[in-house]
């Protein structure tokens, strides 16, 4: 019998509901089907989510529609929870190291409001 295995997801903000609902539909149900991988995989394959190196625990989800590559970044909180963040489209071999800060920033400003409640 296989182990059944979930972890849930959490939207901070509006980050990734503005790159979400500016895609088109079928780049949108990839998404959709990558955060399913996420949530319903103990390990996930790296062509699908990798963490980037240099941080501390920020991924991405790798996303590939025809030619265009996507890419949503996220980290893990509370062991089985992740949480979204923003999302681009992906235009370089390298991610732009301004995305990442911003990532980053969106991951400590997460951190805060919830040192707050």
């Known amino acids: 019998m296989t182990e059944r295995f979930l ?6 903000k509006n980050y ?4 979400y609902n500016s895609q088109s539909l079928k780049v ?7 955060i399913g991988l996420a949530r319903t995989l ?3 394959p790296e062509k699908f989510l990798k963490h980037l190196e240099g941080t501390d625990g920020l991924y991405e989800m790798r996303i590939k529609v025809s030619s265009n590559i996507f890419r949503v970044f996220c980290f893990f909180d509370e062991g ?10 992906k ?7 301004k995305k990442i800060a911003k990532a980053v920033k969106q991951k ?3 951190y805060y409001e919830k040192s707050k409640e």
């Open 80 to 89: 089985n929870l992740v949480i979204l963040l923003g999302g681009f489209q």
């Open 42 to 44: 103990r390990i996930v």
């Open 108 to 110: 400590k400003e997460y």
């Open 16 to 19: 990734f509901w503005d790159f």
């Open 28 to 34: 949108q149900g990839k998404v959709d089907f990558v």
């Open 91 to 97: 235009k370089s071999d390298k991610t732009s190291p």
């Open 7 to 12: 972890r849930d997801t959490f939207v901070f």
